[in-house]
């Protein structure tokens, strides 16, 4: 069955560092990933969307990497913000199945 | 636009009761989708409807669960009767979904819901 893991259930960074979220998923041949925030007590808000066919994605201060030869996808927050501190979801999908999402890593930039 | 409006937002109930919840998706969306989230399990796919009729009701945890889509613009996800194992947040989202193309997902803001 499908399986997408996401690197750790949380992670700390600094103000102004990078922070990198890691999506790994197997027994999957995703079409395209999304990657979506979800601050506590709200809904999912979608983020960004990359296709199999493309290495690099990038939106302000995000970037987000899909490798499908090594089945994962990398999401970078570049010159983080508290404002930042959030859970993020990776969400493969394709074909007409519907997206799956991993469980999230809950990303908290201390000031 | 209002996005996915979902209620009640929050519900208690006790163990035997009947619970509805109730979603009205974004008004020109096509696809609905239910989901459960817990720590333990995460976001998790219960059903889904494309043009109102349910397309995959395979992630429903057993036949306590029922999903209905009436029309375009409202959906219901009734437990009956509940259990504690039940208490999660249940979100629904809304997308355009036309083929195999890629859909982004709108969610509402949930219902968090406690079987006591």
């Known amino acids: 069955s499908q399986k997408i893991e996401q690197n750790s259930e949380a992670l700390n960074i600094q103000e102004g560092k990078t922070a990198t979220l890691t999506c790994n998923y197997t027994n999957y041949s995703p079409a395209y990933l999304q990657w979506y925030r979800q601050d506590p007590g709200r809904g999912p808000v979608f983020l960004l969307l990359i296709r199999e066919n493309e290495k690099e994605k990038r939106k302000e201060r995000l970037k987000v990497t899909f490798d499908t030869t090594l089945k994962q996808s990398l999401f970078h927050i570049t010159a983080s913000q508290p404002a930042d501190s959030a859970t993020y979801l990776c969400a493969p999908g394709g074909g007409n199945t519907p997206l799956v999402f991993g469980k999230g890593t809950r990303l908290s930039v201390i000031a | 636009d209002a996005g996915v409006i979902q209620s009640p937002r929050h519900e208690v109930t006790e163990m035997g009761q009947e619970v509805t919840l109730r979603c009205k998706p974004i008004s020109g969306h096509n696809s609905l989708f239910w989901y459960r989230q817990t720590m333990m399990r995460g976001l998790e796919l219960l059903i889904y409807f494309n043009n109102n009729v349910p397309i995959d009701d395979s992630g429903m945890p057993e036949d306590r669960f029922s999903a209905k889509m009436p029309n375009a613009s409202f959906s219901t996800l009734k437990i009956q009767p509940s259990e504690p194992r039940d208490s999660a947040v249940y979100f629904c989202?809304?997308?355009?979904?036309?083929?195999?193309?890629?859909?982004?997902?709108?969610f509402g803001p949930g219902t968090r819901l406690l079987v006591l």
């Open positions: 989202a809304s997308s355009t979904r036309t083929g195999d193309t890629s859909e982004t997902q709108y």
